[in-house]
């Protein structure tokens, strides 16, 4: 079977109702991105909980899939009148042939080498090197597969970190990436919360993936009070991969589980929400910027 894509040039008045439309008609999926992607005048938007909604791009392009034999035409003067236009938008049509779904998307999906000792690998490939620690991780339902260059920032601050013997929290697991990083580069507990059930069911799955044995590593969606909680803190290590509003209201919760001493990673933050996120946590950590990539940053502190 083959499919046909119809991609259309509109504007962010009509490019909602415009989807809608498609989807009525039969479109089996449609799609609505910046027209103007991986070029110089690329729009970024970013929203985080709790803030407004950034819009839509000034010039979107929408992309609708539609079966083989579909009479686009008669599908385009449809969507035109249903969304209020006068006539229909630019557009074009390709064709998208019958395909091994699953080999081209895990073609998208190869090994990445965080250090000189620690790589993240998809199941179906390869191991790279043998020698070094290989974390086996596929694209799943949770955030996390090492390709964010905010999970990248925190799998190379654990793998320095951690010496050997630290009990760590994961604040916001995911996939489990980190977690399971931290142990396989020497941590002697991890607890991983996510308040997202699927995200610790997949936790589950990927740390019995790593042969991750139960006694060490443990994933719940609440958060409670471990040993030595009262005497400041049980964890020597914090790390949470969220984004800056999160980051901000959990500053609490976050700063009572370190011990006095022990260290604080945050990331999920844009550079330019770095100082904000900082403030939150600087009566209680000395903060840091820690390192950057791609206009995310890593920000890190030690508990006083």
């Not at 604080?264 to 933050?269: E, N, V, Y």
Request: some cysteine; proline content about 5%.
């Amino acid at each position: 079977m083959s499919w046909i894509s119809v991609i259309i040039k509109t504007d962010s008045m009509h490019v909602e109702a415009l989807s809608d439309a498609m989807l009525a008609l039969g479109a089996l999926s449609t799609d609505i991105h910046d027209s103007a992607a991986g070029t110089e005048y690329e729009q970024p938007l970013f929203g985080e909980p709790g803030e407004p909604s950034a819009g839509i791009w000034l010039a979107p392009e929408l992309t609708a899939l539609f079966k083989g034999d579909t009479d686009t035409s008669a599908v385009m003067r449809a969507a035109a009148e249903a969304a209020g236009l006068s006539a229909p938008p630019s557009y074009h049509i390709e064709y998208v042939e019958e395909q091994d779904w699953v080999r081209v998307t895990q073609s998208q999906f190869n090994p990445i080498r965080i250090s000189s000792r620690l790589w993240v690998v998809p199941s179906w490939h390869e191991i790279p090197d043998p020698a070094a620690i290989n974390l086996i991780l596929d694209p799943g339902l949770a955030f996390g597969t090492g390709t964010h260059p905010s999970t990248g920032l925190c799998l190379e601050w654990l793998d320095e970190t951690l010496h050997g013997g630290e009990d760590v929290l994961d604040y916001g697991c995911g996939s489990g990436i980190l977690a399971i990083a931290a142990l396989k580069v020497g941590a002697r507990r991890v607890v991983g919360i996510d308040i997202d059930s699927q995200a610790v069911e997949a936790s589950r799955q990927n740390a019995r993936l790593n042969q991750c044995a139960e006694t060490e590593i443990a994933f719940h969606t609440q958060m409670t009070d471990q040993a030595g909680a009262e005497h400041g803190g049980w964890a020597d290590v914090v790390v949470a991969n969220i984004l800056a509003n999160p980051l901000i209201m959990l500053a609490p919760i976050l700063t009572h589980a370190v011990r006095r001493g022990g260290s604080i990673a945050l990331s999920g933050i844009l550079a330019e929400q770095a100082e904000e996120v900082m403030q939150a946590y600087r009566q209680s950590h000395d903060m840091h910027i820690a390192r950057n990539r791609e206009g995310w940053v890593l920000l890190t502190g030690t508990r006083k």
